[in-house]
């Protein structure tokens, strides 16, 4: 597709359920990354990879929280025993190299009941 | 650590109105400053940009003008349109784009 695409575009569990949220990148983009946006705020850096690895993962709150992107390209982001607190938009983005504009999708709205 | 602290919203103007959308930094070096938006219905776009001192980024009759000295890049736009309703947010990155910190975001409503 011409952009990055994030799905699904909404998903609500109960506490303490597991959640997988999808990126799709741009095709060609080598960087991808995941921020997290709650109500109110603005978005929060969580994780970057450059190709396969995670290059930088220091946004990630805690250990429940897990990224993947196995073959770079598409990249999952992981949540184990969800909180209410974890409830926001997780927004995915993608550039072409790490030093080039972010292309962001629409983000995946989690509710944790 | 780094941070952005942008005026609260919403912002509200008559169409052809003078915007301005506050933004100030604090950061440890010399960093990059963006404005995104963020249209309904619609991913994060960058809007503009500025990587050092005294540079003007622009783009769709919007500027900002990167101030060191008062560590500010304040969005400004002569006439808005009913077509920049939208979120705007400031960040900034001492990385390049890697790691971006966004302010909370100014919402902007513009009545015809």
């Known amino acids: 597709g011409a952009g990055v695409s994030q799905t699904p575009s909404n998903k609500v569990t109960e506490k303490g359920k597991y959640v997988e949220l999808r990126c799709d990148p741009i095709s060609g983009h080598t960087a991808l990354y995941w921020y997290r946006q709650s109500l109110g705020q603005g978005p929060e850096f969580l994780i970057y990879f450059q190709g396969t690895g995670a290059a930088d993962d220091s946004g990630l709150p805690n250990d429940r929280f897990f990224a993947v992107r196995p073959e770079g390209s598409v990249s999952t982001l992981k949540i184990q025993r969800t909180e209410r607190g974890d409830s926001a938009v997780y927004l995915c983005?993608?550039?072409?190299?790490?030093?080039?504009?972010?292309?962001f999708g629409e983000g995946s709205r989690l509710t944790v009941l | 650590g780094d941070s952005v602290t942008q005026m609260e919203g919403p912002v509200t103007l008559s169409e052809e109105a003078f915007l301005t959308i506050n933004c100030t930094y604090t950061a440890t070096g010399y960093p990059s400053l963006f404005w995104y938006v963020q249209y309904p219905g619609e991913g994060l776009q960058l809007l503009l940009k500025a990587t050092k001192a005294d540079d003007k980024g622009s783009n769709k009759g919007f500027e900002a003008t990167y101030r060191k000295e008062t560590t500010s890049f304040h969005l400004e736009k002569g006439s808005v349109q009913v077509s920049d309703s939208a979120v705007y947010f400031c960040?900034?990155?001492?990385?390049?784009?890697?790691?971006?910190?966004f302010g909370t975001g100014t919402r902007l409503l513009v009545s015809p």
């Open positions: 960040a900034l990155s001492d990385t390049g784009f890697q790691k971006l910190v």
């Open positions: 983005a993608s550039s072409y190299t790490t030093r080039g504009e972010l292309f």
